[in-house]
């Protein structure tokens, strides 16, 4: 029972290391194959309605939150263990009954909450016996569970907290704590939602279900397929053609799967060989794939579940992650393709034969330009269009604008059907010839409604992920029944009946297969719980991070440093999602801490897609990147070195959390439109030459100074304030006695910087720099008093007298009796923009050196040409 994210001619390694990973191990057949595949279809269609309008239109099956995440829990834990083997040895054709005794008494104690939701709502924190031997149950199952499907390191992990959450009082120095009863334990993690069954588990429930569900049938229908023949058809015939076509080709299957492993087996099956074949070593094509296909999951929108984690822990909607995260992973991709231009230019290799028309330059410019305004114009008229007919039909809108998709989707069947159908090439056969662009791309532009509804729901409606995503499968479920008969039809075959049965088993197997992608996603958020309860219930948080802050020695991006290290650590043995809810619960709040202490006050999305992105630069690292073997099974090269290479070509990712941590523009972050064009333009810019730099080829083969020069450029280009603060201080500084006069000379959108130090919860000393904003008030004291802030003189200091309850001085996190060190004032100077001016020179005295190396080559190749 292979996922649809499997290509069908992968290698046999890598099919069975991609299954292995993401959907078990074993082949069954006979009636249990079909009980799982009833199971696998049961989870999905539950999670379907409790995500749906239907329950609170019908009047039934109305679930609450808890109940969800109980039932959701009872499935994966049923599915793991008839799925995954205890042992290399067990049996995989069949489920041994200690497994079935398993899954059935881990499923009922996942569903206690459930069932017995009510006795449970009236004991809260006075756990019986029977909820104590249930949940002890529960707990070791579902670490038995997470063993199986995810491998033993995150069930070390999650040991080594509850054996800490009990055996407080017996540790050294820092490390003790008064310790908790083993009831305590019990009932806060398994019988609240602070534990198990918390917010990670609560997220994988309500979001992450559906949009992997929703990529499951995207791929299922035929668009992975889709996409790799696309990418191939536009980039397969330039220098090292089908490498670019993998980048291209990772990052949109990126967009609908969560799965790097997945990724790199359903594109790197085609792209490897063919990489192999214009010139590029195994071991190369390998990490390319890799490096590509692990990108992904920093790919709007799904990112590897991660994304909607952010929205519950940071508190931002998800529309607000998504605007964040996108411009890194824009840069991150089109840098990769660089990366791998360079490497064709060093081997000077040539790409694919096209069989496309020659056409000059100037000709697919004018192209590209139209067709994007013409997309721009469609867009614009479909958004003013429905926000004029919305007002006019009322209540009927929902079903206008049903049957206008209808209409377009049927539209663009008919349109695809004039052109050949698509077909599934053998990546073993010769493919000497690439297919037409225009009709590769027309024959399949069906595909692409789903995600625009998907968009259109997130963006513009501003519905939540989940009905977004319901209403995005809803459409997609439609497109797998009937796109085979329609098509059909449209081509003169009559043959509606056996179409109709190829879609409805179409739908069938993405809903298995969506359940199946979900079993270890629920397992790791679950068991994520465990760790994310033992903070909460013992402050070991607290702990970490004092003694993280005493390794980094007050130093920010020392602290980054150990946080880039730790999280690596952690991934090479934990998944993506369950390593990011770890490292964030430990260390994002203690960096943004850190961040205000030295003054730099660092936004919280900032902190957290810092971890995450090198959350994910453990499925790359040797020794334990499965994607990196993954690759190799598919490439024959070794999965070290792969990793290694991989690795390589992955440092511009490595490179990005750092600089969007002191410069959060590329966050987009307090940015208009214009200033974020202009900043996604020149950190493209700058990501392509800090690549050229690491890769010591820019048009030539670079000289160790001309590498030096690279980097001292494209570090100017993403921070030119960090050589604007050296030339002149944003910073003007004032008598702290004149903190109020201060205050009244901010402009409207300016903000006073205030060092104060005290006590704090604990009655430690600690100091912490606050910006402050202006508010209204027509002086610096009345604007004081509209903030809620009151100041008194003790001689020569400047003491916070009184905080206004719930006021916004109390939220900036000033608090009584503290002793105001430092005030600042804004100082104007010139924009920093105007430094990028002599990195630029040095860029174009850099490119004239390379180029006059370059052009007896450059000579020699076109008389190549011309003969």
């Not at 995989?92 to 017995?116: I, S």
């Amino acid at each position: 029972m292979n996922t649809a994210s499997r290509g069908d001619h992968a290698t046999p390694n890598a099919q069975q290391m991609a299954q292995a990973a993401d959907t078990g191990g074993r082949q069954l057949e006979g009636i249990t194959r079909r009980l799982l595949l009833a199971v696998a279809v049961a989870w999905s269609l539950f999670q379907l309605w409790i995500t749906s309008p239907l329950p609170y239109l019908m009047g039934f099956g109305v679930f609450s939150a808890t109940e969800a995440r109980s039932i959701h829990l009872a499935f994966a834990l049923f599915l793991a263990f008839l799925s995954y083997p205890a042992l290399k040895r067990s049996p995989k054709d069949r489920v041994p009954l200690p497994d079935w005794a398993m899954a059935l008494v881990g499923a009922f104690c996942a569903l206690y909450l459930y069932l017995f939701y009510d006795q449970l709502a009236n004991r809260p924190g006075n756990p019986i016996t029977q909820d104590v031997v249930v949940g002890i149950v529960g707990i070791v199952l579902l670490l038995e569970g997470t063993r199986r499907a995810l491998g033993p390191p995150l069930t070390i992990v999650a040991l080594v907290f509850l054996g800490y959450s009990l055996a407080g009082p017996y540790m050294p120095g820092m490390l003790a704590h008064r310790g908790v009863s083993f009831e305590a334990l019990v009932n806060h993690q398994w019988l609240t939602t602070q534990g198990v069954f918390g917010i990670a588990l609560g997220v994988s429930t309500s979001f992450v279900f559906l949009f992997v569900l929703f990529g499951a049938l995207l791929d299922k229908a035929g668009a992975g397929n889709y996409f790799i023949k696309v990418a191939f058809s536009m980039l397969g015939h330039y220098r090292g053609g089908p490498a670019k076509a993998a980048v291209v080709a990772s990052g949109l299957t990126g967009l609908i799967s969560g799965s790097s492993i997945a990724n790199t087996v359903t594109t790197g099956t085609f792209t490897i060989p063919m990489m192999k074949r214009v010139g590029f070593s195994a071991t190369k094509s390998g990490a390319v794939e890799v490096a590509s296909s692990v990108n992904g999951q920093i790919m709007p929108p799904v990112m590897g579940a991660a994304a909607f984690l952010m929205v519950e822990y940071v508190g931002i909607p998800y529309v607000e992650v998504i605007k964040h995260a996108f411009l890194p992973a824009v840069i991150s991709y089109i840098a990769l393709i660089y990366i791998v231009h360079l490497e064709a230019m060093k081997a000077g290799m040539q790409g694919l034969k096209s069989a496309n028309p020659p056409r000059p330059w100037l000709f697919r410019l004018l192209g590209f330009a139209t067709g994007l305004v013409g997309l721009m114009a469609l867009s614009a008229i479909v958004y003013y269009g429905l926000g004029w007919l919305k007002p006019l039909l009322g209540s009927a809108t929902p079903w206008v604008v049903a049957i206008l998709l209808a209409a377009v989707y049927v539209g663009l069947l008919k349109l695809g059907a004039r052109y050949p159908e698509l077909e599934r090439d053998n990546p073993d056969s010769d493919i000497t010839e690439l297919p037409r662009t225009k009709p590769t791309v027309m024959v399949g532009l069906h595909y692409i409604l789903p995600v625009v509804v998907l968009v259109w729901c997130l963006m513009v409606e501003r519905l939540s992920p989940g009905l977004s995503a319901f209403w995005a499968t809803v459409l997609m479920m439609v497109i797998m029944v009937t796109q085979r008969p329609i098509d059909a039809l449209f081509r003169g075959r009559l043959q509606l009946g056996d179409n109709l049965r190829h879609g409805v088993r179409d739908l069938f197997d993405g809903l298995v297969d969506g359940a199946r992608n979900m079993v270890g996603i629920g397992i790791a958020t679950a068991t994520a719980g465990i760790i994310v309860g033992a903070v909460s219930q013992t402050g070991v948080g607290l702990v970490l991070a004092d003694l993280v802050e005493q390794l980094s020695m007050g130093s920010l991006f020392l602290m980054l440093l150990l946080t880039a290290v730790l999280s690596l650590i952690l991934g090479m043995g934990l998944p993506t999602t369950a390593n990011y809810i770890v490292v964030s619960a430990l260390l994002a709040p203690v960096i943004v801490q850190l961040g205000q202490q030295q003054g730099l006050l660092v936004p919280l999305i900032a902190v957290h897609l810092f971890v995450f992105y090198f959350g994910i630069m453990a499925d790359v690292t040797p020794p334990v990147g499965l994607a990196s073997f993954a690759a190799a099974a598919i490439s024959g090269a070794d999965p070290i070195r792969t990793g290694f290479q991989a690795f390589w070509y992955s440092l511009r990712t490595a490179a990005l959390p750092f600089l969007f941590i002191f410069n959060t523009d590329l966050l987009l972050i307090g940015v208009d439109w214009w200033h974020g064009i202009l900043i996604f333009v020149v950190a493209t810019v700058a990501m392509l030459i800090f690549a050229a730099a690491t890769q010591g080829w820019f048009i030539d083969r670079n000289r160790w100074y001309e590498t030096i020069a690279l980097l001292l450029i494209a570090f100017t280009l993403f921070r030119p304030g960090f050589w604007q603060d050296m030339i002149v201080s944003p910073w003007q500084q004032v008598p702290t006695a004149q903190f109020a006069r201060a205050y009244g000379e901010l402009g409207d959108n300016q903000s006073l910087r205030v060092n104060v130090e005290g006590l704090d919860s604990y009655g430690a000393p600690t100091s912490l720099v606050i910006e402050v904003p202006a508010v209204a008030g027509d002086s610096g004291q009345q604007r004081l008093d509209n903030l809620g802030l009151t100041l008194r003189q003790d001689g020569e200091q400047t003491i916070v007298d009184m905080v206004a309850w719930g006021s916004q001085a109390s939220e900036l996190g000033f608090d009584l009796d503290q002793t105001v060190t430092r005030v600042a004032l804004p100082q104007s100077r010139f924009a920093k923009e105007w430094l990028w001016l002599p990195a630029l020179v040095l860029l174009a005295l850099v490119f004239a050196l390379q180029r006059r190396r370059r052009e007896p080559a450059l000579r020699s190749e076109a008389k190549a040409r011309n003969a």
